[in-house]
């Protein structure tokens, strides 16, 4: 190593104990690096501090890092205690902005390809007549994508869907998180810290229970059409997901149309 490379180590281990690096800050000017060559993309940037042992997020969401492009780790310090890492998502418009002139005559030839081969999909459906559904069908998913609630009951995650007596009831994605994660538990109750992880990331406690509540208030109220489905709330400790017994009466009602 080079006096040159030694003296820019030994400055960092001195910023890292008196000025403690802001990864908000690094973030601001990697950003801005990026726009100066026209790069529009979201970024974070990971500040690890080897000596305190503590790691440093500008995006706190676990979740946008599965899918990004990263940088090499960069490791500063007389020790190497300090290490930098960026990560990048870029944005798909703003890329095909960027190289759309380069890339015109390719766009133009896939256009036409496109064009041409649903053409004749097209005209393979009309040759070849559709089945007549039956009148009662209900679009039911594969059953090995589903699980089996009750015998009137399946619940299906991967389509975020729930079929109760023959009708689909719609539910979004942290609806149906909820829901497979409260009924995956042995006892059918989870705690607020074991719910928000997983449905939210790691945000502050705070404002993962204001966001498991409403998840939570849009569940029971998709949930309105069946009364055997309840979620009841364990005060200042979780949730519980209840299966209430399908009583005869109920039944009855539903096929007399009386309430």
């Keep these: 190593m080079s006096d040159l490379e030694k003296t820019h180590h030994m400055q960092q281990s001195y ?33 690890t501090d080897h000596a305190a042992g503590k790691t440093y997020m500008s995006n706190p969401d676990s979740k946008f890092y599965e899918s990004t ?17 960026g990560f990048a998502r870029l944005m798909f418009f703003a890329t095909i902005r960027k190289h759309l002139k380069e890339h015109a005559v390719t766009l133009v030839l896939w256009i036409v390809c496109i064009s041409f081969i649903s053409i004749i999909s097209y005209r393979k459906k009309k040759e070849i007549p559709a089945p007549i559904p039956a009148e009662a069908a209900v679009s039911v998913p594969d059953q090995e994508s589903g699980c089996h609630i009750a015998e009137y009951m399946h619940f299906y995650p991967k389509k975020h869907l729930l079929v109760y007596r023959g009708k689909e009831i719609k539910l979004t994605n942290h609806m149906t998180q909820l829901l497979k994660l409260l009924w995956a538990t042995t006892d059918h109750y989870a705690s607020y810290e074991a719910l928000i992880v997983p449905l939210y990331g790691n945000i502050h406690i705070d404002k993962g229970e204001d966001r498991l509540i409403q998840t939570v208030k849009r569940l029971k109220k998709a949930l309105e059409g069946v009364p055997e489905l309840v ?14 017994p399908n009583k005869p ?11």
């Excluded at 009466?249 to 309430?259: D, F, P, Q, R, Y």
């Design 249 to 259: 009466e109920s039944a009855a009602s539903e096929i007399t149309g009386v309430v």
């Design 15 to 47: 910023l890292r104990e008196e000025n403690p690096v802001n990864v908000y800050v690094l973030d601001s000017i990697w950003h801005a690096e990026l726009l100066k060559h026209g790069i529009s993309a979201r970024i974070a940037v990971r500040y």
């Design 69 to 85: 492009l990263q940088t090499l780790p960069v490791t500063l310090g007389i020790e190497e205690e300090v290490e930098l890492q």
């Design 231 to 244: 979620i009841e709330n364990v005060p200042k400790q979780g949730y519980r997901i209840l299966l209430k």
